[in-house]
T-cell receptor, first 115, second 112 residues
Framework: SQTIHQWPATLVQPVGSPLSLECTVE??????LYWYRQAAGRGLQLLFY??????ISSEVPQNLSASRPQDRQFILSSKKLLLSDSGFYLC??????????????FGPGTRLTVL | RKEVEQDPGPFNVPEGATVAFNCTYS??????FFWYRQDCRKEPKLLMS?????NEDGRFTAQLNRASQYISLLIRDSKLSDSATYLC?????????????WGLGTSLAVNP
């Protein structure tokens, strides 16, 4: 079965510090991968998605970047965090075939607080 | 107009009650529809996919009305453990540009 891992679970960072969040998927090959952010009391906002190694699409201009160095690894980064980067960061994967091809499955998330 | 709209609630119901949530979407080309459940401070989890006019899974029934562009979720015999936020999700785009558009969620509290 497929599993998706994210770490760390919780992070408190000062403004201006760098960020690196990692997501890995097991049990599937060539998944589409997604980074979302959910701010307090708000809906899920798609930040980036990737259809393959080295392929990144950005949905919203912002202070963040993403990379996919391996098939099942997706990394979210920032060089300098802003207060507005606080939120719940969720990684998700989508299978690439079958009837369930639009369904997305989420990792446990990273709760980021920028102070 | 938001692409996916839901009544935020909260819906407060007693155990055993039947409760229904509605969701409207703006993109008439959407083909896939989902209900996710999100517990407080947790990740969303897929509850049901709705690929045709509707489907049922135990106490949960989802219905799709393409003409009116709305989706509903019916929960029968509510349990305390059903307390959560229910997210309506609709697909957009095609091929590798296929994405999900998320509603803001409807909050449900089932009371003893």
């Amino acid at each position: 079965s497929q599993t998706i891992h994210q770490w760390p679970a919780t992070l408190v960072q000062p403004v201006g510090s760098p960020l690196s969040l990692e997501c890995t998927v097991e049990g599937t090959s060539n998944p589409n991968l997604y980074w979302y952010r959910q701010a307090a009391g708000r809906g899920l906002q798609l930040l980036f998605y990737s259809v393959g190694i080295g392929q990144i699409s950005s949905e919203v201009p912002q202070n963040l970047s993403a990379s996919r160095p391996q098939d099942r690894q997706f990394i979210l980064s920032s060089k300098k965090l802003l207060l507005s980067d606080s939120g719940f960061y969720l990684c998700a994967w989508r299978a690439m075939g079958g009837l369930t091809y639009n369904e997305q499955f989420f990792g446990p998330g990273t709760r980021l607080t920028v102070l | 107009r938001k692409e996916v709209e839901q009544d935020p609630g909260p819906f407060n119901v007693p155990e055993g009650a039947t409760v229904a949530f509605n969701c409207t979407y703006s993109n008439s080309a959407s083909q896939s529809f989902f209900w996710y459940r999100q517990d407080c401070r947790k990740e969303p989890k897929l509850l049901m996919s709705v690929y045709s006019s509707g489907n049922e899974d135990g106490r949960f029934t989802a219905q799709l009305n393409r003409a009116s562009q709305y989706i509903s979720l019916l929960i029968r015999d509510s349990k305390l453990s059903d307390s959560a936020t229910y997210l309506c999700v609709v697909n957009k785009g095609a091929g590798n540009n296929r994405k999900l558009i998320w509603g803001l969620g409807t909050s449900l509290a089932v009371n003893p």
